[in-house]
């Protein structure tokens, strides 16, 4: 036992949390710090990509939100913070708990305003759209019935109607207002998006209270937050 009447936490013992860089981060800190786990450290410090917080327990970790499902599936984190859309796109086999409500967002089919005027997505049969996002864009097309040919890009996507690279794309929009300054519009919704947290089904398992721990106080501040 500590001198405080604490069992002493093992290596085992502890939860290894992986975190996106970027916006979220920021929304996530605010959630956690709620629930007494507090990594708000790593705001102020870019360089800083690890914090263990050793009485609670817990190691957190900044990596980029495209690989926190890959370190939580293959048990390198135990749990992670990611949007809906990495985890659709990806297709990767995590547990999938809580639903944070942080990271809001919407993935949306644009076009050029000027082709907007006279388009009727009713009547698509054959388009080319640019995306980040292929996995998610062929099914979504798939299911309507329209044949899509599929153009990956890595970033700038409203370049690419600019350039005539392809007519229309499917993004992620917040306020709407980078489409709007490129000359584009909404044409229809894909999805809506939040941020989730994710667990490796190992660690179920192995760290079972400790998960659950974690799931439990997130999930109360979730919906404290709410109110």
């Not at 009447?5 to 502890?14: A, Y």
């Not at 153009?151 to 499917?170: D, F, H, Q, T, W």
Request: proline share 4%; net charge positive.
């Amino acid at each position: 036992m500590t001198p405080q009447g604490l069992k002493k936490r093992t290596w085992e013992d502890t939860l290894t949390i992986a975190l996106p860089k970027g916006r979220i981060l920021k929304e996530a800190s605010a959630l956690f710090k709620a629930t007494g786990m507090d990594f708000s450290v790593l705001l102020h410090d870019e360089r800083k990509l690890i914090y263990e917080d050793v009485a609670g327990g817990l190691r957190f970790m900044v990596i980029r939100s495209q690989d926190v499902p890959t370190y939580v599936e293959y048990g390198a984190a135990d749990l992670g913070i990611a949007g809906k859309d990495v985890l659709m796109e990806q297709g990767k086999d995590l547990y999938e708990p809580l639903d944070l409500g942080i990271g809001a967002c919407r993935m949306v089919v644009a076009e050029p305003r000027e082709l907007g005027v006279r388009d009727n997505p009713g009547r698509w049969t054959h388009i080319r759209v640019a995306t980040k996002y292929p996995n998610i864009t062929l099914k979504h097309f798939i299911g309507k019935g329209i044949h899509v040919e599929i153009i990956k890009l890595y970033g700038s996507i409203e370049l690419a109607p600019l350039l005539g690279l392809s007519e229309r794309i499917v993004d992620l929009v917040q306020t709407g207002e980078t489409l709007k300054k490129n000359g584009l519009i909404e044409v229809e919704d894909v999805m809506r998006i939040t941020s989730r947290l994710v667990c490796n089904r190992a660690s179920l398992k192995t760290k079972p209270k400790r998960v659950k721990e974690v799931v439990e106080k997130l999930s109360r501040a979730v919906v404290a937050l709410r109110k």
